[in-house]
Structure formats: C-alpha cells, structure tokens
C-alpha cells in the first residue's frame, strides 16, 4: 500500500535490482521505508535676523528677541517628540504588520494551487489509468471467444498485448468487481510496483506475477500481486471479500495464462503481516510457488484456520492454488499506513472435468480466526494462538 507510501508486496522473496527502481529484497530463511520600511525623521534648521532696528525701544525689542532667537539659534535640536517618534513606530508596525499579513496570504494561495494541481493530477492520473485497462478489457472480451493458438502455444486473443509487452503472461477477471487487469511478469518483484502495463510511471502500478512462478506449467502456488488504493483500481475491490455475503457473489475467480484457462474455487480469505515483529516475531509465509504435498498439506490447514469463513470446497494435497495478495490498512493502530499488513485470498484451481458451481450458502463464518498479534493489540483482545504451532514451508526450490 500513507498513499505514497512503497509498498513491499514481498518481504520473503530473494533477488536483486538496479536503480531505484529495483530495490535489493531480503532474503528470509526459516529453513535448510519584511523588509521593514525605512521611516525618516529629519531635524528641523533655524536662521537668525542679524539687521538692528534703529528705535531704542524697537532697538531694545530687536535685542531682546534677537537674544531670545541666539538663544533659540544656540539651543541643540532636538528630534521630533515622544508623541510623533510613538506615532511613527506605530506606523512602521502598521506597515510591517500589512507586510507580514500580504506574504502569509500570498503562502497561502500558493500552497491552495500546489494542493489543487495534486489533487486535480491524482483523479487525472485514476481516470486515465480506469481508461487503459478498460480498452484492454475490451479487445479481449471482444475476442474471449478465440480459441485459436499460435505456433508459439499462445492464445490469439492475447496476441496484441502480448505484442506489446513480452512481459504479459495472462488475465484475471473476478465477477461483481472491477477486478479485470492483465497480468505481468518481471525479473523481480518491484519492477511494475510503479508502472503500467506500458511501462510507463504510474503509482498504481500493474498486477503481476512473482518472479520465481512458472506460466507454461503453473507452479504449486502461483501469487499474484496488485496495490490497495482503497479507489477501486488494481486490486482494491478484494476488500469485498471481507464480507461474506459479498462471497456468495463471486466465489469462483477467473485467472487465464496466456497458454491456458483457469478457474478457482475460493478457500480462504485472512489477514496476515509481513513482518515479523508484527506478531511475536513470526510472518506466515504464504507467498512461496514451491512446496512439497505434505508440507502444502500443512500450510492448507494454516490458511484455513485464519480464514474469515469457511467456503465449502474441499481441497486435496495434489491440487495448485492461486494466491492473491494486496496490503490492508485494517491493522494499523494510527491509521496512517503504518502497518506492512496483507489481505489474502486463496483459491484451488478446478480439477479436469469438475463443475466450477459452488454451494455459496453452506459457507459457514469462522468465529475464532487466527489473526497477527498486531490486530489483537488494535482491538484491545488477548490473542489465543500467541503461543501456536509456527508453520515453516518445506521442500523449497529456487
């Protein structure tokens, strides 16, 4: 998944990549992020009559005042009075003020366009990417019916996109949402976290496969990876599942390679971290293609008990599944994204010559499911599996 936050979708895989575009990924192994203005205040200058009037009294009047002006004339100037120095302070804040108030307003029209022009961008940038997937989803619901094959083994209603980008390997499409996205693949896991089906820049990125799966055979648990941005594109709409009557709607999910049609059966829906110190230092691994039987066995019985409810699929250890996986705020104790948290669908592939009907109504809720310590301490609950089994996958290959 904050919403510019980078998002690890795999915190188990191993690899490397280049840039900032290609991350170096752990390796995790249980086994063998104002100018104020200027005010002037000038002295003021004072001339003396030096001419003597000729009558004594007048003489004696001129003398007088002419005494009185030297006086005046010897006297310091002094500056202007306290009033008028009080007076023009006042003025200067006066001006200082209107200033600082002016450049706060100008800051804050500023800030009011630079929010505007994100916000303008971000529905800008969702309209066109609703925009390109749609056009892709309608060629090839235009050709859904071409069974036609290439020499190369791959369908012709891929052909185009295929074309377009070697590194498409197939489409998922899930009933009553707005699930309906080719599917990639890259060397490494972070390639199309930030781009398009094209290439291209785009925070909502692309679904895509992990690296390490097969698409001509598929492996034992093929992982498909899509960002939550809580607005209905990529891989935001698996939230629905977190209601199980919306289950009953759309049990079975649709994930065809560009070799072959698939469908799945829905088996588990859960909550997990990816991060270890998110619940008493141990993560689920759920994302690995390879496992043996037995220990897939194991793992079926781990995802079942942390399964919101029950679908009423049985699941046998030779069957392949399909793992869906995108992040959740539904743990994070501020709400701000702060938690490495995943919301997980699982789903067993149809078997040859089984119905792909599902009986929707004897699903049964789990009252009790295993969640990550962290969702505990949310909700103020004593976590009863604190001191559980720890599942570890088992026959791991590279």
């Known amino acids: 998944m904050s919403e510019d936050k980078e998002i690890q979708f795999n915190s ?17 192994r249980h086994f063998d992020e104002s100018t104020m203005k200027e005010i002037d205040n000038p002295y003021q ?19 007088k005042s002419e005494e009185s002006n030297a006086q005046k004339a010897e006297a310091p100037v002094s500056p202007a009075s306290p009033a008028s120095a009080a007076s023009a302070d ?46 892709m989803a309608n060629k090839v619901e235009q050709l859904e019916d071409n069974t036609a094959v290439g020499a190369d083994g791959i369908f012709e ?8 980008n070697h590194d498409f390997v197939g489409w998922i499409k899930i009933p009553n949402t707005t699930i309906n996205h080719p599917v990639v693949k890259a060397p490494d896991n972070d390639y199309y976290l930030r781009r398009n089906f094209t290439g291209s820049h785009d925070r909502r990125g692309t679904v895509f496969m992990d690296y390490r799966d097969h698409v001509d055979v598929l492996c034992k648990n093929t992982i498909l990876y899509g960002h939550n941005n809580l607005d209905s594109t990529m891989f935001s709409d698996l939230d629905n599942y977190k209601n199980m009557e919306f289950y009953k709607t759309a049990p079975v999910i649709e994930f065809n390679t560009i070799y072959h049609n698939y469908k799945w059966k829905i088996i588990s829906v859960f909550y997990t971290n990816a991060e270890d110190k998110d619940d008493n230092d141990y993560a689920l691994n759920y994302i690995y293609p390879f ?14 008990v942390r399964s919101l409810y029950f679908p009423d699929v049985d699941v046998v250890k030779t069957d392949k599944i399909l793992t869906l996986s995108t992040c959740t705020r539904d743990m994070d104790i501020k709400g701000q994204g702060e938690t490495n948290a995943r919301f997980v669908i699982v ?43 720890r599942w570890f996958p088992e026959g791991v290959e590279y």
């Open 45 to 63: 200058s004072v001339h003396t009559d030096e001419g003597k009037a000729e009558n004594p009294s007048v003489e004696a009047a001129g003398v």
């Open 347 to 389: 789903a067993r592939m149809v078997r040859d010559g089984e119905s792909d009907e599902v009986n929707v109504n004897a699903v049964v809720k789990n009252p009790q499911p295993r969640y990550p310590q962290i969702w505990y301490d949310k909700y103020g609950q004593v976590n009863p599996y604190k001191d559980a089994e």
């Open 12 to 28: 188990f895989e191993t690899g490397s990549s280049e840039g900032d575009d290609k991350p170096v990924m752990p390796v995790r």
């Open 90 to 135: 006042k003025k200067a804040v006066r001006q200082s003020g209107s200033g600082l108030r002016r450049l706060v307003l100008i800051v804050a029209i500023l800030v009011f366009i630079g929010s505007a022009a994100v916000i303008v961008k971000f529905f800008v940038d969702k309209q066109q990417h609703i925009r390109n997937n749609e056009d």
């Open 291 to 304: 496992m043996t039987d037995e220990s897939f066995e194991k793992y079926v019985y781990e995802i079942t």
């Open 157 to 164: 209603k891929y052909r185009d996109l295929y074309n377009q």
